[in-house]
């Protein structure tokens, strides 16, 4: 969590010293806790696996065991099991009645002092008032946010106030190539349906 003020204390003019008790966790044989075992959570698990980590899941339907083995993740059928053991919590789910707030003070209190909650989802999956509460009384260590509710957070919300948070503004598909594919998604699925085709990416089929 000392990225940005490492940043700041990098370039500031008046730094003559580097802190010497800036220390991290390792994400190396961390364990993963992945909330949301869609297209996007599988890919998460694929890259942290790379990093060795020990990867849990909570989804709706559990994935294939080939899938599963593919990227040595473990099914969690209760979410409070992921939470209970988990060094990051990834929330990576659609937002739905059902995934609103999804993530409370009760969730957090389940989590590890020691863990940290990341956001790429919808803001309004957290209970940003459970989560002000738990990062002042250090119930998690750290929260890391690329979704807000709203976005952009009003300039004096407590959330803004916290040094052990990470917030960006919803950039977790910003580049180049990735805009260019979902534009280019986007025409597919616009020709196919005035051609009368299958569409390629229907978010409900029938």
């Known amino acids: 969590m000392y990225l940005c003020s490492g940043c700041q204390t990098a370039v500031s003019p008046d730094t003559k010293y580097f802190p010497v008790d800036w220390l ?31 990867i849990l899941y909570h989804n709706k339907n559990r994935r294939r065991k080939e899938e599963e083995e593919a990227v040595g993740a473990h099914y969690c ?16 789910v659609n937002l739905t ?26 803001g309004a999956v957290i209970d940003q008032d459970a989560l002000v509460e738990a990062l002042q009384n250090k119930v998690i260590r750290a929260a890391a946010l690329d979704v807000t509710y709203p976005e952009p957070l009003p300039r004096d919300h407590p959330l803004l106030k916290l040094n052990n948070i990470i917030i960006t503004p919803h950039i977790g598909t910003a580049t180049v190539q990735a805009t260019r594919m979902m534009a ?14 299958p569409i390629p990416s229907e978010v409900f089929p029938k």
Do not use: C, W
């Open 184 to 197: 280019e998604e986007a025409i597919a699925n616009m020709l196919a349906v005035l051609k009368g085709q």
């Open 97 to 122: 009645p059902e995934t609103h707030k999804l993530i409370g003070k009760k969730e957090l209190g389940l989590m590890k002092p020691t863990a940290t909650l990341v956001n790429i989802s919808r």
């Open 24 to 54: 991290g966790v390792e994400v190396t044989r961390a364990t993963l806790g992945i909330i949301g075992m869609g297209s996007i959570g599988y890919r998460v698990a694929q890259r942290a696996r790379a990093f060795d980590m020990r």
């Open 77 to 92: 059928e209760e979410m409070e099991d992921l939470l209970q053991q988990s060094d990051f919590v990834m929330l990576v």
